[in-house]
């Protein structure tokens, strides 16, 4: 069993940075991939960034070159980071730990979730 708990969203105005983290507890974590979702209002959940357990990366081409997915495995975290932030980023954003994928289905484990709100 994976327990994720996300923090670090809040309001930021556009153009701000805001750095997401998700602490993991449960024995498999090293060997997950974890992933991090957002879901705005009305919108079906959308891939943002997913790191496996080597640190490979692949990120939407919607945050390319604003955002960074990384993880401590030591600390069981993993984090994302995210400058030049949008209005249309404004969002609740989920960690998740599965397989390496852009598909929500091939995650197990999610985390309650931490909103994001962009003012322009």
């Known amino acids: 069993q994976v327990q994720l708990v996300e923090s670090g969203g809040g309001l930021v105005q556009a153009g701000g940075s805001l750095r997401l983290s998700c602490a993991a507890s449960g024995s498999t974590f090293s060997r997950d991939a974890m992933g991090w979702f957002r879901q705005a209002p009305g919108k079906e959940r959308e891939f943002v960034a997913v790191?496996?357990?080597?640190?490979?990366?692949l990120q939407a081409n919607s945050v390319k070159g604003r955002f960074t997915i990384s993880r401590d495995n030591a600390k069981n975290t993993v984090y994302l980071q995210m400058n030049n932030l949008k209005p249309e980023d404004t969002a609740v954003y989920y960690c998740?730990?599965?397989?390496?994928?852009?598909?929500?289905?091939?995650?197990?484990?999610w985390g309650q979730g931490t909103q994001v709100t962009v003012s322009s």
């Open positions: 790191i496996s357990w080597n640190g490979s990366t």
């Open positions: 998740a730990a599965g397989s390496y994928s852009s598909w929500p289905g091939r995650y197990d484990y």
